[in-house]
């Protein structure tokens, strides 16, 4: 929130007495002291006049990391802010609460923060904060440095290496690679990605602008890296950083650039912790009330963003980032591929899916114990069966809402009786599920994904007390084979309705409106943009309006209507589930720890999906249509194509306290409208309504810096 940036009044020492503040100084001292002369004021940003009106050593903000790190010793995180400071001085004020509410929420939960001085010449970055049982964090400064000397590695809690230009640490799977061309290769995930890495960059480093990655990099990188991975890669001799994610994004990477240094880690707390700002990006919290989720390269958070899936962030020196996406249709879809299978029958595809789950679970067949989540569907159910064969240590985790009117149980005690695979049943209420829940909100600093992504932190927590190391994940089928709700949009009923998209654009535009409730009319009125200008522009996300152009690589001639239709869903599931669901995953193994594996983002897997024709994905009035068939040998018929059904936890209830919450709350406050009375309208059931609430807590935790214990008893 910048409206208050430049609305600051030159102010003296004297309306500072009430509030000293220390100053913890890493100065060069090759520098010689700032000048305290009044007349130089105009000069500096509102918030530099502020401090050195206390005749406090300060430079630019921008410089801030290389400095200083100010923080308040007197006022408490709930006493008022000094009247009269801007916003980006209020920020400085409010880091002083940080450390201590992170310290006081860390004794709440009984975890471990490592909090660190800033970075400073002979400064390295921290290690992995106590309670995360994997990660990646470091520091590189952003500046050439031709034959500068090759990090050492040091061995302690996982991996750490150490130069004068950079500071790594990897707790987990890893990799490292030095290639030929120069560039120094770090990876956490799964993928023995970091040679295939480097020899993409060597061969498309050219030695000035942007890196000009080829088709055949893009699609060395795409596959390369699955099925996860982040990656951190260097040029110390021209000062190029780039950071890659996997296409799957079950492995998040944020960063942030201040100062000529760019820090990075995969725990977004941990990187909060290293960095002044303070403020939300509101238009995320919008993002997430229409969308029900948030994607794209941007946090919450201001100043720190995130690699989005499939990207590669390049930085070179000083400059703005450079965005690639490698994960890409013009790189990736093959028109042969596409023609060959058409060509094939269902049996031969059957067996080309056999064939590459095998390759995908291959790594898992050595492991003593395995784990399934499992509600009873038929992607969990066939690789329980499935794994079963070749296995004797396998166990079925299943959630239990005790207080849901269905029950997994219904669906799980006949599939394990069959299978005999024991399962354990992991009950959720309303208490373990709030107190889960707000553990995530202080662990993760953002809001919950959905309510079952809650309850399944439970069931990995329950699974983790009982031994079991090793988790097997369905995330992805869906995806691959065609599952997902969207693809009922290939049903007859509805491709004779798209029939009426013909008619002429005035038209069109009359029966929307026509068509439309009394709400939705009125918003139709309100807005400027309509229709197809609407749809390109993404509902005015522009950060989910650039895949929107993307799909246009999908045309080749002799294509239908509805295998165009088909392909556009399934690119925008490939690009839009990994950004905005994949980083809760990453967080099971975390907290508590385990290594979850995900074999559907297998590469022969992934590419067979985007290959796979529409009538292989819905066929006979059911999506996923070839998944099931390959699963009714292992499952039966019955449990391979019962319709998908997702057992919500009963939010109407349990969250029926803290929708009071919502009037003269954080999001009122934050928007200047009357949320409370936008809630009363929703009914009990509404999705709309858990978002609401979600942000509220989110915000009254995280920004509003609230008693956790005093809030959940509110909740309860």
């Given at each position: 929130?910048?409206?208050?940036?430049?609305?600051?009044?030159?102010?003296?020492?004297?309306?500072?007495?009430?509030?000293?503040?220390?100053?913890?100084?890493?100065?060069?001292?090759?520098?010689?002291?700032?000048s305290m002369c009044p007349s130089t004021y105009t000069r500096f940003s509102p918030c530099e006049q502020h401090i050195r009106g206390a005749e406090l050593d300060h430079r630019s903000v921008e410089g801030t990391f290389n400095t200083c790190a100010i923080v308040p010793t007197t006022r408490h995180f709930s006493e008022p802010i000094p009247l009269g400071l801007s916003t980006e001085a209020k920020?400085?004020?409010?880091?002083?609460?940080?450390?201590?509410?992170?310290?006081?929420?860390?004794?709440?939960?009984?975890?471990?923060?490592?909090?660190?001085?800033?970075?400073?010449?002979?400064?390295?970055?921290?290690?992995?904060?106590?309670?995360?049982?994997?990660?990646?964090?470091?520091?590189?400064?952003?500046?050439?440095?031709?034959?500068?000397?090759?990090?050492?590695?040091?061995?302690?809690?996982?991996?750490?290496?150490?130069?004068?230009?950079?500071?790594?640490?990897?707790?987990?799977?890893?990799?490292?690679?030095?290639?030929?061309?120069?560039?120094?290769?770090?990876?956490?995930?799964?993928?023995?990605?970091?040679?295939?890495?480097?020899?993409?960059?060597?061969?498309?480093?050219?030695?000035?602008?942007?890196?000009?990655?080829?088709?055949?990099?893009?699609?060395?990188?795409?596959?390369?890296?699955?099925?996860?991975?982040?990656?951190?890669?260097?040029?110390?001799?021209?000062?190029?950083?780039?950071?890659?994610?996997?296409?799957?994004?079950?492995?998040?990477?944020?960063?942030?650039?201040?100062?000529?240094?760019?820090?990075?880690?995969?725990?977004?707390?941990?990187?909060?912790?290293?960095?002044?700002?303070?403020?939300?990006?509101?238009?995320?919290?919008?993002?997430?009330?229409?969308?029900?989720?948030?994607?794209?390269?941007?946090?919450?958070?201001?100043?720190?963003?995130?690699?989005?899936?499939?990207?590669?962030?390049?930085?070179?020196?000083?400059?703005?980032?450079?965005?690639?996406?490698?994960?890409?249709?013009?790189?990736?879809?093959?028109?042969?591929?596409?023609?060959?299978?058409?060509?094939?029958?269902?049996?031969?595809?059957?067996?080309?899916?056999?064939?590459?789950?095998?390759?995908?679970?291959?790594?898992?067949?050595?492991?003593?114990?395995?784990?399934?989540?499992?509600?009873?569907?038929?992607?969990?159910?066939?690789?329980?069966?499935?794994?079963?064969?070749?296995?004797?240590?396998?166990?079925?985790?299943?959630?239990?809402?005790?207080?849901?009117?269905?029950?997994?149980?219904?669906?799980?005690?006949?599939?394990?009786?069959?299978?005999?695979?024991?399962?354990?049943?992991?009950?959720?209420?309303?208490?373990?599920?709030?107190?889960?829940?707000?553990?995530?909100?202080?662990?993760?600093?953002?809001?919950?994904?959905?309510?079952?992504?809650?309850?399944?932190?439970?069931?990995?927590?329950?699974?983790?007390?009982?031994?079991?190391?090793?988790?097997?994940?369905?995330?992805?089928?869906?995806?691959?084979?065609?599952?997902?709700?969207?693809?009922?949009?290939?049903?007859?009923?509805?491709?004779?309705?798209?029939?009426?998209?013909?008619?002429?654009?005035?038209?069109?535009?009359?029966?929307?409106?026509?068509?439309?409730?009394?709400?939705?009319?009125?918003?139709?009125?309100?807005?400027?943009?309509?229709?197809?200008?609407?749809?390109?522009?993404?509902?005015?996300?522009?950060?989910?309006?650039?895949?929107?152009?993307?799909?246009?690589?999908?045309?080749?001639?002799?294509?239908?209507?509805?295998?165009?239709?088909?392909?556009?869903?399934?690119?925008?599931?490939?690009?839009?589930?990994?950004?905005?669901?994949?980083?809760?995953?990453?967080?099971?193994?975390?907290?508590?720890?385990?290594?979850?594996?995900?074999?559907?983002?297998?590469?022969?897997?992934?590419?067979?999906?985007?290959?796979?024709?529409?009538?292989?994905?819905?066929?006979?009035?059911?999506?996923?249509?070839?998944?099931?068939?390959?699963?009714?040998?292992?499952?039966?018929?019955?449990?391979?194509?019962?319709?998908?059904?997702?057992?919500?936890?009963?939010?109407?209830?349990?969250?029926?306290?803290?929708?009071?919450?919502?009037?003269?709350?954080?999001?009122?406050?934050?928007?200047?409208?009357?949320?409370?009375?936008?809630?009363?309208?929703?009914?009990?059931?509404?999705?709309?309504?858990?978002?609401?609430?979600?942000?509220?807590?989110?915000?009254?935790?995280?920004?509003?810096?609230?008693?956790?214990?005093?809030?959940?008893?509110?909740?309860?």
């Amino acid at each position: 929130d910048h409206r208050d940036l430049h609305s600051f009044p030159t102010r003296r020492s004297s309306d500072l007495s009430a509030h000293p503040v220390r100053v913890n100084a890493l100065v060069d001292p090759s520098r010689p002291p700032t000048s305290m002369c009044p007349s130089t004021y105009t000069r500096f940003s509102p918030c530099e006049q502020h401090i050195r009106g206390a005749e406090l050593d300060h430079r630019s903000v921008e410089g801030t990391f290389n400095t200083c790190a100010i923080v308040p010793t007197t006022r408490h995180f709930s006493e008022p802010i000094p009247l009269g400071l801007s916003t980006e001085a209020k920020d400085y004020v409010r880091l002083g609460g940080l450390e201590r509410n992170l310290r006081r929420t860390a004794e709440w939960k009984g975890m471990a923060i490592t909090l660190s001085q800033v970075p400073g010449k002979s400064a390295s970055f921290p290690d992995i904060p106590a309670d995360c049982a994997i990660g990646m964090a470091g520091w590189i400064r952003m500046e050439a440095t031709p034959g500068a000397s090759c990090p050492t590695q040091h061995a302690g809690r996982g991996n750490y290496w150490e130069g004068p230009h950079l500071a790594v640490t990897i707790l987990g799977e890893q990799q490292d690679f030095t290639s030929p061309g120069g560039w120094q290769i770090f990876v956490l995930g799964q993928s023995r990605c970091a040679e295939v890495v480097a020899r993409a960059l060597d061969r498309s480093y050219g030695g000035g602008g942007a890196l000009p990655l080829s088709k055949e990099d893009c699609r060395a990188i795409s596959w390369g890296t699955l099925p996860s991975a982040v990656v951190v890669a260097a040029h110390t001799a021209t000062g190029r950083v780039c950071l890659i994610r996997d296409s799957a994004g079950f492995v998040p990477l944020y960063y942030t650039l201040r100062g000529g240094v760019l820090r990075f880690s995969t725990n977004l707390r941990h990187l909060r912790a290293q960095t002044p700002e303070t403020g939300t990006n509101t238009d995320k919290i919008v993002e997430m009330l229409a969308f029900g989720h948030r994607s794209g390269g941007r946090t919450l958070w201001q100043g720190i963003n995130v690699v989005g899936p499939g990207r590669l962030v390049e930085f070179r020196g000083g400059g703005h980032p450079h965005q690639h996406q490698f994960w890409h249709p013009e790189s990736l879809f093959e028109v042969a591929e596409r023609q060959r299978l058409e060509a094939c029958s269902s049996l031969e595809v059957l067996t080309e899916i056999g064939a590459a789950l095998d390759e995908a679970l291959a790594p898992l067949q050595t492991l003593e114990s395995l784990a399934v989540p499992c509600g009873g569907g038929v992607d969990s159910s066939l690789l329980g069966a499935y794994l079963k064969r070749t296995r004797g240590q396998l166990h079925f985790f299943t959630v239990n809402k005790t207080d849901a009117d269905r029950q997994e149980a219904e669906w799980m005690q006949s599939l394990s009786r069959d299978l005999q695979i024991p399962c354990e049943y992991v009950n959720v209420t309303r208490e373990n599920f709030f107190s889960a829940y707000f553990e995530f909100l202080a662990l993760s600093e953002q809001p919950a994904i959905g309510a079952n992504l809650v309850s399944h932190r439970i069931l990995r927590r329950k699974a983790w007390d009982k031994g079991e190391k090793h988790f097997v994940s369905g995330e992805l089928c869906d995806t691959v084979f065609g599952g997902l709700s969207s693809f009922y949009y290939l049903s007859r009923r509805f491709r004779l309705l798209r029939m009426l998209s013909a008619l002429r654009k005035q038209d069109r535009f009359w029966l929307i409106r026509a068509l439309s409730g009394e709400k939705s009319l009125l918003l139709e009125i309100m807005r400027t943009a309509r229709g197809e200008e609407l749809g390109l522009l993404a509902g005015a996300d522009l950060e989910r309006s650039e895949f929107m152009t993307e799909i246009d690589s999908f045309r080749y001639p002799g294509q239908s209507n509805t295998q165009l239709m088909a392909d556009q869903l399934t690119w925008m599931n490939l690009r839009l589930i990994p950004s905005s669901l994949h980083n809760a995953f990453f967080e099971y193994d975390e907290h508590p720890g385990g290594v979850t594996y995900f074999p559907f983002a297998h590469p022969r897997l992934l590419r067979l999906g985007l290959h796979l024709p529409h009538s292989l994905k819905r066929n006979q009035g059911a999506n996923k249509w070839i998944w099931r068939k390959f699963a009714e040998p292992y499952i039966g018929k019955e449990v391979a194509f019962r319709k998908k059904y997702t057992f919500p936890a009963p939010i109407r209830t349990w969250f029926d306290k803290a929708v009071l919450l919502l009037p003269n709350g954080f999001l009122e406050d934050l928007f200047c409208a009357r949320v409370g009375d936008l809630a009363r309208g929703m009914g009990p059931e509404d999705p709309s309504r858990w978002t609401l609430v979600n942000l509220e807590l989110w915000g009254r935790l995280n920004c509003w810096k609230e008693d956790p214990a005093a809030l959940l008893g509110r909740v309860l």
